[in-house]
């Protein structure tokens, strides 16, 4: 039988692999795109790969998996999370983006005092407050004299957060559906979400060699499965606080991969201000620990 410090290591270990794939994803992800893809063709083929494999353990565990609206409404934020995510890593400065993404805390304290009636606690005051002064530092454009994105991979990179945020209280409303079958519906909101923008955009898929496809598709039913199934299993085992603060090692993975395999450049405003979301972040992780 295990000993308890090995079930406490486990999760602990879960998240730092599923933080770390997270932080280097964009590296597979611009070779795939040095080889042809595109980005939304990209989004696609790794999602719908993940999503027949996921679907297969469904059915293989013969979990139930009952249609709603709140599952439907996690499936379309989910879908345009990630669909935004890695848009905004294939155009956009790595650690801009995951610094960008991280302002997801501010967006967690708006939509807790909207939708969950959630009072606005010392933590929460500060969470506010730092992230939002780090997304005015970061963001702001001498040019025009305020806080504004500069590109398209910022919007993206920004909305990214809010949907993640907004997924996360969709998680916590749904506690009685089976987190495989919230996976699911992520996954398959991802193949909704780049269907429907490819069909907009009308982008047929590039003429590419067979194993592009192959790794495409790979990097889907094994990395993005495997990155999913260690997340889930790291937040179930573990209480929210300490997955929070684990999960900010994306950010380290990020930078130190960024560093060593581009040219990118990060301005002092960029880590001034990603330092001050990075703090937010923390307050946010402490704000569960004192409700828990």
């Known amino acids: 039988m295990p000993s308890k410090h090995r079930l406490e290591l486990f999760p602990v270990l879960s998240l730092l692999f599923s933080a770390t794939l997270w932080g280097v994803l964009w590296y597979p992800l611009r070779l795939l795109e ?5 980005g939304l063709w990209i989004v696609l083929l790794v999602y719908v790969s993940a999503l027949f494999t996921g679907s297969i353990f469904i059915i293989v565990r013969r979990y139930r998996f009952q249609p709603s609206w ?19 890593i294939l155009e956009g400065n790595v650690v801009r983006v995951l610094l960008l993404f991280y302002l997801s805390p501010l967006w967690t304290v708006i939509l807790g005092m909207l939708l969950l009636n ?26 025009i004299g305020m ?23 969709l998680v916590r409303k749904m506690q009685a559906v089976k987190i495989v079958v919230k996976a699911v ?33 790979a990097l889907g039913g094994i990395g993005f499965f495997f990155m ?5 299993y790291g937040v179930t085992h573990m209480p929210a606080h300490r997955s929070a603060i684990i999960l900010l090692f994306e950010l380290v993975a990020g930078a130190i991969s960024a560093q060593l395999l581009t040219d990118e450049v990060v ?17 946010e992780a402490h704000r569960h620990m004192r409700r828990g």
């Open 147 to 169: 806080p504004w994105p500069k590109d398209m991979s910022d919007w993206l990179a920004i909305s990214s957060g809010m949907a993640f945020a907004l997924s996360n209280v």
């Open 185 to 217: 519906a992520t996954w398959g909101g991802v193949f909704m979400v780049a269907g429907i923008l490819l069909l907009l955009q009308r982008q047929p898929l590039p003429a590419v060699e067979t194993s592009v496809l192959f790794y495409v598709l």
């Open 70 to 88: 709140t599952l439907f409404i996690l499936a379309c934020v989910s879908g345009w999370c990630n669909t935004s995510f890695i848009l905004a």
């Open 228 to 232: 999913t199934l260690a997340l889930i």
């Open 267 to 283: 301005l002092i405003n960029e880590w001034i201000g990603g330092a001050l979301i990075i703090i937010a972040a923390w307050f």
């Open 118 to 143: 959630e009072s606005l606690s010392r933590f929460s005051k500060l969470t506010l407050s730092s992230a939002m002064c780090g997304a005015l530092i970061m963001l702001w454009d001498a040019k």
């Open 34 to 38: 040095e080889q042809g893809l595109v």
